[in-house]
Nanobody, 123 residues
Framework: QVQLVESGGGLVQAGGSLGLSCAASGRTFSSYVMGWFRQAPGKEREFVAVIGWRGGITYYADSVKGRFTISRDNAKNTVYLQMNSLKPEDTAVYYC????????????????WGQGTQVTVSS
């Protein structure tokens, strides 16, 4: 079992940067694939990025590729999402999630979710 707590959201102007963190409880963090998802008002929750157990494999949604970077520090039980060149359409609640399945963009395969953190990008 793992519990996830996101932090780092806020308000930023278009073109700016923001870094999110997700701290996990438990001693099995390194056995989980970690993902970031986001949900804008009136829209479904969508995949943003995913990182493998050791951090060597990452995959991004086309909409954020080249602007966002996912990373993890297993010694600190934390996964990060660095967001650069932010756009108003990046505005959403951002969630981190954990799965013991292989790398996946499908939210239904993730077993554990954080409470979310709001990111607002003004134009």
């Amino acid at each position: 079992q793992v519990q996830l707590v996101e932090s780092g959201g806020g308000l930023v102007q278009a073109g700016g940067s923001l870094g999110l963190s997700c701290a996990a409880s438990g001693r099995t963090f390194s056995s989980y694939v970690m993902g970031w998802f986001r949900q804008a008002p009136g829209k479904e929750r969508e995949f943003v990025a995913v990182i493998g157990w050791r951090g060597g494999i990452t995959y991004y949604a086309d909409s954020v590729k080249g602007r966002f970077t996912i990373s993890r520090d297993n010694a600190k039980n934390t996964v990060y999402l660095q967001m650069n060149s932010l756009k108003p359409e990046d505005t959403a609640v951002y969630y981190c999630a954990a799965t013991r399945a292989s790398l996946s963009v499908r939210r239904e395969l993730y077993d554990h979710w954080g409470q979310g953190t709001q990111v607002t990008v003004s134009s």
